[in-house]
């Protein structure tokens, strides 16, 4: 579903990304780890069309990034480590103006269901500014999912929320995953990768220093224990 290819970017002098190498399958959780300013951002940023790369290529679906970015924009949904939604309208009201950003039109019952997949059933009416820091991390998501998109890239969509919404989200980012959602997942809690991906990656200074999953990454490291196993990837 997705094929990264040699991708680097730099800005200035600064580089960000260096010859970044990853294919994602369809219906693939994976997540991204590394600290901050590894790149992981600036890696979703170009997936999402609103970085170019300064070398290298992206195909979605097929589609060349270079070439087609409308199209890709047509089929990935973006869910921003910050909230991106407007704090003085409802979730009705933010529901709506999302759609009408889109190429698909929904209906009230339609953005509902969406609201109610993402348990936020009973808060139609309510304005965003009233809402818990977990309802608007559930809410960051319904709206990314308003066009149906095949892939979904998020940045942190748990951070700073409770553990009852975090646990929510979870399950509802594996439901989506069980019905062939293609995810790329960047998160700092070692429990989600356990729970959520199949595979992970892990970026240090713009560069993937390992692909695979947790078992592929005892055999690297030599370590049995999870968080030994993450904390050697990270610092060796």
Same mark, same amino acid.
């Given at each position: 579903? /997705?094929?990264?290819?040699?991708?680097? !970017?730099?800005?200035?002098?600064?580089?960000?990304?260096?010859?970044? *190498?990853?294919?994602?399958?369809? &219906?693939?959780?994976? &997540?991204?780890?590394?600290?901050?300013? %590894?790149?992981? #951002?600036?890696?979703?940023?170009?997936? #999402?069309?609103? *970085? %170019?790369?300064?070398? &290298?290529?992206?195909?979605?679906?097929?589609?060349? $990034?270079? !070439?087609?970015?409308?199209?890709?924009?047509?089929?990935? &949904?973006?869910?921003?480590?910050?909230?991106?939604?407007?704090?003085?309208?409802?979730?009705?009201?933010?529901?709506?103006?999302?759609?009408?950003? *889109?190429?698909?039109?929904?209906?009230?019952?339609?953005?509902? +269901?969406?609201? +109610? %997949?993402?348990?936020?059933?009973?808060?139609?009416?309510?304005?965003?500014?009233? $809402?818990? =820091?977990?309802?608007?991390?559930?809410?960051?998501?319904?709206? #990314?999912?308003?066009?149906?998109?095949?892939?979904?890239?998020?940045?942190?969509?748990?951070?700073?929320?409770?553990?009852? +919404?975090?646990?929510?989200? /979870?399950?509802?980012?594996?439901?989506?995953?069980?019905?062939?959602?293609?995810?790329?997942?960047?998160?700092?809690?070692?429990?989600?990768?356990?729970?959520?991906?199949?595979?992970? %990656?892990?970026? !240090?200074?713009?560069? $993937?220093?390992?692909? =695979?999953?947790?078992?592929?990454?005892?055999?690297?490291? =030599?370590?049995?224990?999870?968080?030994?196993?993450?904390?050697?990837?990270?610092?060796?």
């Amino acid at each position: 579903m /997705i094929e990264i290819n040699n991708v680097s !970017k730099t800005y200035g002098k600064k580089r960000s990304l260096a010859n970044v *190498t990853l294919t994602v399958e369809s &219906g693939e959780v994976i &997540g991204l780890l590394g600290p901050n300013g %590894a790149g992981k #951002s600036t890696l979703l940023s170009i997936l #999402s069309t609103i *970085t %170019a790369p300064s070398s &290298g290529n992206v195909t979605i679906g097929g589609l060349s $990034l270079k !070439k087609n970015q409308k199209a890709i924009r047509e089929v990935i &949904g973006y869910v921003p480590q910050d909230i991106a939604l407007w704090e003085e309208l409802s979730v009705k009201e933010n529901m709506k103006m999302w759609s009408k950003m *889109t190429s698909r039109s929904l209906s009230n019952e339609q953005l509902q +269901s969406l609201c +109610s %997949a993402v348990q936020l059933e009973g808060r139609w009416k309510e304005k965003v500014k009233n $809402l818990s =820091g977990g309802m608007k991390r559930k809410l960051n998501i319904a709206v #990314s999912l308003i066009h149906e998109p095949s892939v979904l890239l998020m940045d942190e969509p748990t951070v700073g929320i409770d553990l009852q +919404s975090k646990l929510e989200i /979870i399950r509802y980012i594996k439901q989506l995953a069980a019905k062939g959602k293609t995810i790329i997942y960047i998160t700092h809690d070692l429990n989600e990768i356990l729970d959520v991906c199949h595979r992970f %990656a892990v970026l !240090k200074e713009g560069k $993937l220093e390992f692909v =695979g999953t947790m078992d592929q990454a005892k055999e690297k490291t =030599g370590e049995e224990a999870e968080e030994n196993v993450v904390y050697k990837l990270l610092h060796d």
